[in-house]
């Protein structure tokens, strides 16, 4: 898998990265992947693939995941690739997933509106001016480099346990799988209790994959409504 220098994106987890929202402390990423296997990801294939073999040639029955039947190639390589891009993004945490319960943990979403109706509740609610531009955006970034009406969607839920869920009082998820373009988008957003977790803690936590640029300052001071933090992550678009 090969992350992606896509410069809305960039953008949009800049403005996301241990955002200040009141109560809460907001991180953030929305983050391209190809499909394409590195040197790394052949051997993960390798080892995954005959590790579902292995465990659907043990089922007694020709069972079903979020990903398709699993007796299909394509089923195990999606969950595949999802598992290459979590250890992508969180290389301190070892992802693998049961094919036969992947239920578990991951459910496929059937309708892009309702999707797209859930993150925007949830970040209208935590995100101040997240409807004065942000969501613009957001949404126009995803449907230029995705083109997510032709995606299948996944959303992940990771167990209580799991590390990349400390501190954490809720977050969301999502993946974006394009086919054709063999490309995938992972969309993440958590939400910390400041009592919890210190800014400078979260910046620390995330292995972020583009630098944090100063030079679209913005004198007028806000994006989109969005205050005084976020002003040197400025977007470079008309609303």
């Known amino acids: ?40 990801d052949k051997k993960l294939f390798k080892e995954l693939s ?11 029955v020709q069972a079903t995941s979020p990903f398709g039947p699993v007796n299909e190639a394509f089923s195990r390589r999606v969950l595949i690739e999802m598992t290459c891009v979590l250890n992508m993004c969180f290389p301190d945490y070892d992802f693998k997933f049961s094919l036969l ?19 925007d509740s949830t970040l209208a609610a935590a995100l101040p001016g ?28 990771p167990d209580a346990e799991c590390e990349i869920m400390q501190d954490c009082i809720w977050s969301f998820n999502y993946f974006f ?42 004198e007028d001071g806000d994006y989109g409504g969005l205050d005084d933090d976020v002003k040197s992550h400025q977007f470079e678009m008309e609303y």
């Open 1 to 40: 898998m090969k992350y992606l220098e896509i410069p809305s994106f960039a953008h949009l987890t800049a403005v996301l990265t241990a955002r200040d929202c009141g109560d809460i402390i907001l991180t953030g990423r929305v983050e391209a992947y190809s499909c394409k296997k590195a040197g790394t």
């Open 50 to 60: 005959e590790e579902y073999e292995r465990e659907v040639g043990s089922s007694p």
């Open 101 to 119: 319960k992947a239920e578990e943990n991951w459910v496929r979403e059937t309708n892009f509106f309702a999707l797209q109706a859930n993150i």
């Open 130 to 157: 997240y409807d004065n531009g942000f969501r613009q955006m957001l949404w126009e970034s995803i449907a230029s480099e995705m083109l997510p009406q032709e995606c299948d969607l996944y959303q992940y839920f």
């Open 177 to 218: 799988y394009n086919r054709r373009m063999r490309r995938i988008l992972f969309f993440r957003c958590a939400a910390s209790s400041k009592l919890a977790v210190s800014i400078g803690d979260v910046r620390k936590s995330i292995d972020m994959n583009v630098p944090m640029d100063d030079s679209d300052y913005d």
